[in-house]
Every structure is written in C-alpha cells, then in structure tokens.
C-alpha cells in the first residue's frame, strides 16, 4: 500500500458544506440577516477516513462517489488536522481553536469543554438566519449541552441502533481480527475501538451509516424549513473501527485485497513499539496481528470506506434531486489520518504524516472542478472559510486561529503560509511543504524530509546540517496559541 510516492500528495476528504442560493420568489422571513441571498450548507464528515480512496491517487479501494465528486471538487492535497485524534480535531473544526490536550485538568479536555471555548460554526450560522440540523457524528459523540442551541434539531444526535446488535451479529457471515477485542465488540454491540471486521448479510440500512443517509436525505427533502437557507450536517461513523459493513461491500474485494505497508529491512527489529501503547495498543508491531489477518483487516476498512461512499452518494443524489446540486457548496471532510500498518502501527493519534494529513474537498458554484490545491490547509481553516462563503461578519470575540480558504478555491493569486502547526500525545511540531519536525513529549526531535523520504524511516535532526532549520521552526511554533481563542 504505497502512501506517499515522491512529491505526490494526499490529503483526506470531507464533505462537509454545500450551499444552494434560494431563487428571488422564496418567502425570506425578518432574520435580521438577508438570508434571501446565503447559500446553503451540506457538511459530510468521515470518522477515520485517510486519503485511501482513488481521488487521492489509490487504485485499490473502490469509492466511485468521492472519485465524481472529486471531479467537481477544488481537492486539498495538503490538509491537516491540528492533532489527530477525534475529539480534538472535532473541537478545533467547530470551534476554529487549536487543541493540543495539555491542559493543567484532565476534565478540560473532555469534548463539551473544548467545545465550550468559543462560539462554533453552526450556531454563528443559526444565528445568521440559517435553518441547521445534525445526524450522525460531528461532535465527539452527542451534541453538548452548551452548543444545543446551534441546532433547529432537538439534539442532532445519530441513531441509537448498534453496529454490533444482537440482531446484527446473527448476520455475520466472516469475521476476523484480535480475538480480544471481537470478544468486547460481541459484549458491547458497539466496540469502538476494536480492531476487527465483520461481514455482515444485512442492507445498508441496519447499520447506522445508512440510517444516518435516510435522514440527512428527509431534511434535505421535506423537513427543512424552505423558507430558510439550511445548514445540514451529514456525520458518517465509518470507516471508524470496528470495519463492520454489509457483506455486498466485502464482496467487492477479493480476500487478499489488502495491501500492508512498506517498511525497509531491519525497521520492525530497531523499532520502540513501547512508546505507542495505550488502552487499545498493545506495544506489539502491528498488535500482534499476523500479515494474512492483516490483509483482511484492510479489506475490511477498505469494505467500510465503500460503504460509507454509497451513503454519500445518496445524500449527494438528494441533492441532485431537489435541484440544489449545481449551486450548492460542498465540503467533504475527514478528521484524521490513519495508519494501516503503517510504522507498524493500525490507528491514530501520533506525530507521524500519515496520521496528521486528512481528506478535504470544497464545491462552490464558482468552483473549477477537478483543481487540485497544494497549499497546507488545516482543520482550522474551516470555520472562517463557512463565514467567508456565507457572507457572514466574523462575530465579536471570536478568534479564529485559522484562515479563509476562499482565494485558493476560487484561484486568486494570493500569498499562502506553508505551514500546519500539530500535536499528538504531548508532542507539538509543524509540517511544512519539504518537512515534518516534531518536539516529542520528552523533549527529543525528529526531523523528515517528505519528498526523499515520505515513510519517515530517517530522522535527520541529529545532524547538524539541519540545526539553522530546526532552530527556525522552534520559533515559528513559540509564538502559536493553543487551547484558547
């Protein structure tokens, strides 16, 4: 599974807005805002969804909704997240805040808190006169109590049926994966961090994902309020472990269609798996698994990535249907990079490149399809983007520690920063368009070069050649805010 092949790049999609002016003989109601004239807002978000899909350059996985919509898509190549891991970069995409989990009490880093910091995205657009309504996972989980009032839904909350209910899991027709962990998906009919897959003879409807499309699709046909621009969020839970999806999306692959990722000669002896334990990581070079079973745990998130396409293709139909398509903005997001093997490691949540780069695609109405932006965006970028395309004012006492992303979509000749500030486990560093240079949380370095080196096998900030860099770098990210607007 080639990853990042010399000076290509790739980034993470997700849909995440799609705008549709309303025509002059729509009834506006006194919003305070001219809401007659704003665009609506589709927002599609992926749980652990990497650039492994062909829009990104990747044969194998067979997403043919994300590929079209690429094709009339402004595509990032170099987005990131401020720190990979689903609560954190959730929180900064809503709120426009860099997060780097460091605060002095544990409980300020739980999701409600980090929302709490500042006015989202969604409630600044309520306000502007937008009809909003969530299903599915935007937030970290349900929406927080403090941010309720952002929605026209009750609580924009996703279904409560389980991937793993006892109705399910008489479906199952192939399983596989740690042992230990396909037990507590079977005790808990959920399992969320459990690395498996499981095939199951069901329609796409009995899983959450599915249900979540049917809804999003009603708002988008007969719930919303039409006499109000909306603001829909569709929140896909997949490919998030476990890989559980309907067995036609395995019978797409066949069974050795997973691919694990390179590593040179030696790396598996040298490397300290130690430092990547955690309540799920068991310190073993890819837990343990063995390279068949592997393969087939890729196939299985290559099965959930397919599954989870078609639902955006549903949700994206609707829009067809309705007639909103060609004048809606589209945004389809990812929060986080993934690993698959990768550095011998299955997840999330460390400094490496490819746990930081995410998918992201934009469509406007003066959008130029199939446009490939290679810039470094972040997830932070989103907030004053939705602002900017809305025509809204950023509101009194918000800072955004982003930048709007509309001169790159629509082609203007301006002056662009090539640097993301990220953290991961204690860890803070930046990527910029040659390099990715983190400060680990016991103060060592590493240093690659993406374009001789995109695995990251040789850490050069121990030579010397390179001290004028790192010590420029050092002082870019001194003077970065975190944790607070």
């Known amino acids: 599974m080639t990853l990042f092949k010399g000076k290509k790049k790739w980034a993470v999609i997700a849909i995440f807005t799609c705008f549709s002016v309303f025509s002059q003989d729509k009834v506006q109601e006194n919003t305070g805002a ?58 900064s995409m809503l709120t426009g805040i860099r997060f780097d989990l460091q605060e002095d009490n544990w409980k300020d880093n739980k999701h409600p808190k980090l929302i709490a910091k500042q006015a989202t995205w969604p409630g600044v657009l309520k306000d502007n006169g937008y009809w909003t309504a969530s299903r599915g996972k935007l937030y970290h989980g349900k929406v927080p109590k403090g941010d309720r009032s952002s929605w026209n839904t009750p609580k924009g909350k996703g279904p409560d049926t389980k991937d793993g209910a006892a109705n399910i899991l008489k479906k199952i027709v192939e399983i596989g994966g740690r042992a230990d962990q396909i037990q507590i998906y079977k005790d808990k009919g959920a399992g969320p ?28 046909k007969n719930k919303r309020d039409k006499t109000k621009p909306f603001m829909i969020v569709s929140g896909f839970s997949k490919p998030h472990m476990p890989w559980v999806a309907p067995k036609k999306y395995f019978d797409m692959y066949p069974e050795n269609a997973g691919k694990l990722a390179y590593f040179p000669k030696g790396a598996k002896e040298v490397t300290d798996m130690g430092k990547y334990k955690s309540k799920t990581r068991n310190g073993l070079w890819n837990e343990g698994i063995d390279d068949v079973t592997a393969q087939k ?4 998130y290559m099965a959930s990535t397919s599954y989870v396409d078609a639902q955006m293709g549903k949700v994206i139909q609707a829009l067809k249907d309705e007639g909103l398509y060609d004048s809606t903005i589209i945004i389809v ?15 999330k949540n460390t400094p490496f490149h490819v746990s930081l780069r995410n998918p992201m695609m934009i469509k406007t109405p003066n959008t130029k399809g199939g446009t490939v932006i290679s810039e470094l965006v972040q997830n932070t970028d989103i907030y004053p983007t939705l602002l900017e395309l809305a025509g809204i004012d950023t509101p009194e006492g918000i800072n955004l520690h982003g930048k709007s992303l509309v001169p790159l979509l629509h082609g203007e000749d301006v002056e662009w920063e090539n640097i993301a500030h990220t953290s991961a486990k204690g860890s803070h560093g930046v990527v910029t368009d040659k390099y ?36 420029n770098f050092e002082n870019k990210m001194s003077q970065v805010v975190w944790n607070k607007p």
């Open 193 to 220: 961090g459990s690395l498996m897959y499981a095939s199951v003879d069901v329609p796409d409807n009995q899983l959450k994902d599915g249900q979540v499309a049917e809804d999003v699709i009603d708002y988008i």
């Open 34 to 91: 001219n809401s007659q004239q704003k665009p609506n807002v589709l927002f599609i978000a992926f749980d652990d969804l990497r650039p492994l899909i062909g829009a990104y350059g990747e044969p194998d996985p067979i997403t043919p909704n994300l590929d079209a919509f690429a094709k009339d898509a402004v595509r990032f190549d170099r987005s990131y997240v401020t720190y990979p891991l689903c609560n954190p970069s959730r929180a």
């Open 436 to 471: 990715r240079f983190t400060v680990l949380a016991d103060g060592s370095r590493e240093l690659y070069d993406l374009e001789q080196d995109p695995g990251e096998w040789n850490n050069l900030a121990k030579d010397y050649k390179y001290k004028a860099q790192i010590k």
């Open 333 to 347: 997001w990812g929060d986080h990079g993934y690993h698959l093997t990768d550095h011998g490691l299955w997840r």
């Open 297 to 300: 745990l890729i196939r299985g």
